[in-house]
């Protein structure tokens, strides 16, 4: 071989082998930033009607504090906020990662009407979450689907729904808790929930032990009933707010809190609440929480369904709820 061939071929060797190193440069980069991409989801809210008066069951101001905070905190995270309930356009739901109600619940449930669409959309892996009052439906009428889809729910003559304040010592180790810490907080804090058998899939999120004082009223569908006075009474540990995964697929959460708008005022509770929804969403959570601030007292006075009455004082709420202040 001529020394001008061994060159030509040395020449195209070299090339092939920078073009080879190239094409490798290349899918191993591709590859990176596909694991490193944002991992884009949909939030969809429902929120409830007007329903208590002035910062009560404020199911549109909290879903909107909710969603704003989490588009801060997880800008690949995209909310939206239906309000009346339910949305006249059913397809908002579609490729919804999770779907949030916050409403008012019972016989007048949104979802009552809806169960069969709800249930596609969950049985398909959306994630679902209810705040408060949206925990509760009719026993014989969505009550089967609420424990399959949620876990857990409040079943009337069973579960009971006082006022009380709870006081959280000790969180699990999950990522709804993450950047979260033990706290009290004074709220209608439904408990003793009806679970799925054995609590499969279940995890406690907020566990506290109710006091006597949660027993003074008769029994009846929401106060009280022979079960539960004798759990509170052997001071057994009621639970609050719980994550559960689903047998099929999917991630839900069940939170009692919420009567009180100004608890959305409390970082832990935020960021607890705001984690929850990510996480049923199937997004990550970081190691410390997202990161979210209570709202402050004068975001809260706004945007409610009513306008405050005469007797309102705000510095006396914030005082009364812990509301951190706006420098925090």
Request: charged fraction near 20%; proline fraction near 7%.
């Amino acid at each position: 071989m001529s020394l001008c061939a061994i060159a030509n071929f040395a020449a195209r060797g070299c090339c092939g082998l920078v073009l080879l190193g190239l094409c490798l440069t290349s899918t191993l980069t591709n590859a990176q930033e596909a694991k490193e991409a944002p991992q884009w989801k949909k939030v969809v809210f429902l929120a409830g009607n007007p329903s208590h008066g002035y910062g009560a069951h404020e199911h549109l101001a909290g879903c909107r504090i909710l969603a704003e905070a989490i588009e801060r905190a997880a800008p690949e995270v995209t909310c939206k906020v239906y309000p009346g309930g339910w949305p006249e356009d059913e397809s908002v739901l579609n490729k919804a990662d999770t779907i949030v109600m916050y409403c008012d619940g019972g016989g007048g449930h949104p979802a009552l009407k809806h169960l069969d669409t709800l249930g596609k959309h969950i049985e398909s892996g959306a994630g679902f979450v209810c705040l408060h009052y949206a925990v509760e439906i009719p026993n014989d009428h969505g009550g089967p689907e609420f424990l399959k889809w949620l876990g857990g729910y409040f079943e009337t003559h069973w579960s009971v729904n006082p006022h009380w304040t709870a006081d959280f010592t000790k969180l699990p180790d999950h990522a709804i808790t993450r950047g979260v810490k033990p706290f009290a907080a004074n709220d209608e804090w439904y408990f003793h929930m009806r679970f799925v058998p054995d609590m499969t899939g279940v995890t406690p999120i907020l566990t506290a032990v109710p006091p006597q004082e949660t027993m003074l009223r008769s029994d009846g569908p929401h106060s009280g009933n022979p079960a539960v006075r004798k759990e509170v009474a052997r001071g057994v540990p009621q639970h609050m707010a719980w994550a559960y995964e689903r047998p099929g697929g999917g991630r839900s959460f069940g939170f009692t809190g919420g009567h009180y708008h100004w608890n959305w005022g409390r970082s832990d509770i935020l960021r607890l609440v705001s984690n929850a929804i990510v996480w049923t969403a199937g997004a990550d959570i970081p190691s410390d929480g997202l990161a979210v601030s209570g709202a402050p007292i004068e975001v809260l006075e706004g945007g409610q369904d009513e306008e405050p009455p005469s007797s309102f004082d705000a510095e006396k709420t914030r005082e009364e709820f812990r509301v951190e202040s706006a420098s925090r």
